[in-house]
């Protein structure tokens, strides 16, 4: 890995954020599919954190970073509640939070937690309508966000993913709509806005976005679901 052109790119992005207000707004480096080279470039480069979605290879890669130069992470895929236990002192932020049982079990395995320091969740919301996405109804954040509460979880934010196929006015709607709810909710954080789409999100008040392909090119082809996961 090229880690000069990767850094390159990062300050292309910052830099791209910066042009559009935004202040402030973190970088989190996708690496899934990724090998633990990966990791270490988006540390090298200056990420604030990188983005996984499957335990098993999250697990296999950890085990190759130094501690010394592991980035905050960010569980950004569908959790399975099985396996949340096999991540808790693993993960620091939980970004796809989307139903009562992930909340549940988040609260159960918190309090065995051997690392000192706590993990945050997000709330998943999906903001686009599309029965294909992931994350609650904007209609259920709230009973959501308190059970989370209840619970002693930290809640720092919202997340959403943009519509399907693109389209600027649905994207702008969809992230516009995740900005209120978190306005409503008095929380800071808005996870919004990968390669495609990361600008529109920062006009909307994003204050975090997943980017992938934009720092490391298309990902590694030929992996089957058993291998990554």
């Given at each position: 890995?090229?880690?000069d ?43 604030d ?8 290879e ?24 099985n ?24 609260i ?69 709509l ?19 789409d ?32």
């Amino acid at each position: 890995m090229d880690v000069d052109q990767l850094r390159q790119r990062v300050g292309e992005i910052r830099e791209r954020i910066h042009r559009l207000g935004g202040v402030g707004v973190q970088i989190v480096a996708v690496t899934k599919s990724w090998d633990a080279e990966a990791m270490i470039g988006a540390y090298v480069a200056g990420c604030d954190g990188v983005g996984e979605n499957y335990a098993q290879e999250l697990i296999r890669k950890v085990a190759l970073v130094n501690p010394a130069q592991r980035l905050p992470i960010h569980f950004i895929g569908q959790i399975q509640s099985n396996k949340v236990k096999l991540l808790i002192d693993i993960v620091d932020v939980w970004q796809s939070v989307d139903r009562a049982s992930v909340v549940d079990e988040l609260i159960k395995r918190s309090a065995l937690r051997v690392k000192a320091q706590s993990s945050s969740i997000m709330l998943q919301v999906n903001t686009t309508g599309e029965p294909s996405k992931a994350g609650c109804d904007p209609t259920d954040v709230p009973k959501l966000l308190a059970r989370a509460r209840t619970g002693g979880l930290l809640v720092s934010g919202l997340m959403t993913i943009g519509p399907t196929n693109g389209d600027v006015d649905r994207t702008r709607r969809a992230f516009g709509l995740l900005s209120d709810l978190a306005d409503e909710s008095g929380l800071v954080e808005r996870s919004m806005g990968m390669s495609g789409d990361f600008e529109i999100a920062v006009e909307q008040g994003a204050t975090l976005v997943r980017v992938g392909t934009a720092l490391f090119g298309q990902r590694p082809s030929g992996l089957t679901a058993n291998e990554i996961k």
